[in-house]
């Protein structure tokens, strides 16, 4: 695909073609990473960062509190042996 660069206040502006929009699902005001790489531009979609809560209900497809109360997590102490080298505990 070949387009144009155009004038766009001080500034050049170039057109993305609706296919690569697409296949990269890139919407009005997404936010984009742009790296010069030697004579490459790279545009790459940036993916806001979600929090261990959001990950853990996207990975269990359940709310945080469900998978709190069906996966209880028990404290216990581990005995790891006596040290064998230098450690300080």
């Given at each position: 695909?070949?387009?144009?660069?155009?004038?766009?206040?001080?500034?050049?502006a170039i057109r993305l073609p609706k296919p690569i929009l697409e296949s990269l699902g890139l919407k009005d005001n997404d936010t984009v990473d742009?790296?010069?790489?030697?004579?490459?531009?790279?545009?790459?979609?940036?993916?806001?960062?979600?929090?261990?809560?959001?990950?853990?209900?996207?990975?269990?497809?359940?709310?945080?509190?469900?998978?709190?109360?069906?996966?209880?997590?028990?404290?216990?102490?581990?005995?790891?042996?006596?040290?064998?080298?230098?450690?300080?505990?």
């Open positions: 695909m070949t387009t144009t660069a155009s004038k766009c206040g001080n500034s050049r742009i790296i010069l790489d030697n004579d490459r531009i790279i545009i790459r979609k940036k993916f806001p960062h979600k929090s261990l809560k959001q990950r853990v209900e996207e990975f269990y497809g359940k709310d945080f509190e469900t998978v709190l109360k069906e996966n209880p997590y028990k404290y216990e102490e581990i005995d790891w042996g006596k040290p064998v080298g230098n450690e300080v505990w």
